[in-house]
């Protein structure tokens, strides 16, 4: 993230981006502020109420220059991960915060908007912090977003192929079968992946050899071995903090799928190897984080391609509360990190894809045994 501070820059270059950070911080200690007016006394709330506050109260320090960028923008950013984290533990445990609007039934979470304010002034305290103005803001935010969309047409692809694939057997047998479908489904994401990824490539004017694919060295085949331990390690470690606290998760839909039909394992445990794996590296780690290098610092690109990894699997954890959705996607984030952090230090397809389908084969593979 190579934006820094000149001395010519103009009073507002310099103060957009901790004011955004205000607004965003100001909106987050409202939403927060809901369940205490309410009578909410949880000290979880108590606590990012009082998170919230700091945080504005350094953003409005680093806009009129009574504390540092280094120091300002670690004190914000850290309080609003506080933030994060507390609004999406409130929410875990059904504390919402829930509005009603002047139309119809409908009502919105203001915890939930705590919960999106609250890790958009992230982004703003870390920008700010590094030093980079409000181009360099809008710039990322640009590629994040269009890359995101490229995130999603990945997935939605794979929809749209299996629907082709489907249609004659449709038309002959009159319907498939779970097996047929997760076969279907296990083509449709690869191909899918595949035209997406290509497309961006000719879309972009990029060369075959932006793919970062060759054989693993023995340095890589190390990094492979050391990446699924840490992986596992990390889903436990996770697992723990979260048990401890008491967050639960929702269930992947693929889990739901197995309980009813385990047969569907047996062709998962391959392709989580053969496909998932690759092509999930492929679009969302060599396509996606890769190009974010251009902006982003390497260490950035990681984590804002974890986002998006985790929010392209919204779908999929889709199947209770909203906090379990958002502490399933807490996990796959976390792990995506891994997988990215990989990805960075080796700068080869190959591991990542091993790494990320291997972890998934054992997971389908217990779960085979659990309910086959």
């Known amino acids: 993230m190579g934006d820094t501070v000149r001395p010519e820059e103009s009073p507002f270059a310099l103060e957009v981006v901790p004011a955004i ?41 680093r806009r009129y220059g009574i504390l540092s ?73 640009r590629l994040t977003v269009g890359l995101a969309v490229v995130g999603i047409v990945g997935l939605f692809s794979a929809y749209l192929v299996v629907s082709v694939l489907a249609l004659p057997m449709y038309l002959v047998f009159g319907g498939i079968t779970d097996l047929q479908g997760t076969v279907l489904s296990q083509l449709a ?32 085949v190390k990094w492979i071995v050391g990446g699924i331990v840490v992986l596992f390690g990390t889903l436990f470690a996770i697992s723990v903090v979260m048990s401890s606290v008491g967050v639960e998760s929702s269930n992947h839909s693929t889990t739901e799928l197995a309980e009813n039909n385990p047969e569907v394992l047996l062709v998962l445990v ?8 690759p092509f999930e590296e492929l679009l969302y780690r060599n396509v996606i984080q890769k190009t974010m290098y251009e902006v982003f610092s390497r260490s950035g690109a990681v984590v804002v391609g974890s986002v998006v990894f985790a929010g392209v699997h919204l779908m999929a954890y889709d199947t209770g509360t909203l906090g379990g959705l958002i502490a399933s996607l807490g996990v796959v984030f976390g792990l995506s990190l891994v997988l990215g952090f990989i990805y960075e230090r080796t700068d080869n397809l190959v591991v990542p894809a091993l790494v990320h389908g291997v972890y998934n084969a054992i997971v389908f593979a217990n779960l085979y045994l659990t309910y086959g």
């Not at 909410?40 to 320090?61: E, K, S």
């Not at 391959?270 to 794996?277: K, Q, R, T, V, Y």
């Open 69 to 141: 960028r280094s120091t300002g923008g670690a004190i914000a950013a850290g309080a609003s991960l506080g933030v994060v984290l507390l609004s999406g533990y409130a929410l875990n445990h059904g504390i919402t915060g829930h509005v009603a609007l002047p139309v119809g039934s409908i009502s919105l979470s203001l915890v939930f908007g705590t919960f999106l304010a609250a890790s958009g002034a992230i982004g703003m305290a870390v920008a700010d912090r590094r030093g980079i103005r409000g181009r360099g803001v809008l710039e990322r935010t």
């Open 21 to 61: 950070g205000t607004g965003l911080s100001g909106i987050a200690m409202a939403g927060i502020l809901v369940p205490i007016q309410r009578g909410v006394r949880d000290p979880a709330i108590v606590a990012a109420v009082v998170l919230a506050l700091l945080a504005t109260a350094a953003f409005l320090a």
């Open 270 to 277: 391959p392709a989580a190897i053969l496909i998932i794996g």
């Open 189 to 220: 994401t690869a191909i899918g992946t595949m035209l997406v990824a290509v497309g961006y490539l000719v879309a972009t004017d990029r060369e075959w050899s932006f793919l970062d694919v060759r054989v693993p060295s023995l340095r890589d």
